[in-house]
């Protein structure tokens, strides 16, 4: 290996911009949480928060609760993962005003969201900082970022695999820069690629539409499968996804606080 001349390393030690040495927290990526398969997990979206839930997982919504729930998680054992829409504007959101017209599509099948244009980096990687910086001041863990398969949908915008392949490393990015690890959510076609970029995933109704078998590049590299059914019973589901080492459980649509683990 080429030696640099000690002056040389004193000018790069000097003009290397500073925040550039090591993550904004501080912390080496090494440091970050990395959940591995076959771990419980409560995810409850609605409702007045029931933190008793004995599982060392809970997923939650990052805006609507506060640091003292992310620690009062903390202090009962629980990693805590925070839930964000990366990929839709909701209008209920105290952060909606930022997004400008211009990259709000069409809706996505929930009240008050509508799909983002994800090729606008240069608008909403800092709106996604802000958010991903919120997750980290109130303690989570992680960070799952939701509606992250806006090209396999009509978003109003020509949205292709590789803009969102693009879209999904700087979300994954932004995440491990501020020392959180982060989950694919669905987006199944693209786990060959994204795999190594992501740290677990989330899926909902994999059973259903017999697509469990396409999460497992995540278990075989040793990392958490997150997921949930609606609609089957757990004597149709679970067995399968028992075999599959996935963290599996049937929940109702509102995400609230009951839970029918497998």
């Not at 029931?50 to 202090?75: C, E, M, T």
Request: net charge negative.
């Amino acid at each position: 290996m080429r030696r640099v001349p000690l002056p040389l390393l004193l000018l790069l030690f000097l003009f290397v911009p500073a925040g550039c040495t090591s993550p904004p927290d501080g912390k080496p990526p090494a440091d970050r949480w990395r959940p591995e398969p076959g771990l419980a997990w409560q995810w409850q979206l609605s409702g007045k928060l029931d933190p008793a839930v004995d599982v060392p997982v809970y997923d939650i919504d990052g805006f609507d609760h506060p640091k003292s729930a992310v620690d009062d998680l903390h202090r009962r054992g629980r990693k805590v993962i925070c839930y964000l829409s990366t990929g839709a504007w909701e209008d209920f959101r105290p952060d909606a005003a930022k997004f400008p017209k211009s990259v709000l599509g069409r809706g996505n099948g929930w009240d008050g969201e509508r799909w983002l244009d994800i090729r606008r980096t240069d608008i909403l990687e800092p709106l996604m900082a802000e958010r991903i910086d919120m997750c980290r001041a109130k303690g989570f863990d992680a960070v799952e970022p939701d509606n992250m398969d806006a090209y396999a949908n009509p978003t109003g915008f020509p949205i292709t695999a590789t803009d969102q392949l693009r879209y999904n490393r700087l979300i994954a990015r932004l995440a491990h820069d501020r020392g959180l690890a982060v989950g694919l959510k669905n987006d199944l076609d693209q786990i060959p690629q994204l795999v190594g970029d992501f740290d677990f995933a989330v899926n909902e109704q994999c059973a259903q539409y017999d697509e469990c078998e396409r999460l497992t590049p995540f278990i075989s590299a040793g990392k958490a499968v997150f997921h949930v059914e609606y609609e089957l019973t757990t004597d149709e589901f679970c067995p399968g996804v028992r075999r599959l080492k996935l963290s599996s459980m049937l929940k109702k649509y509102e995400l609230g606080v009951w839970r029918q683990p497998c």
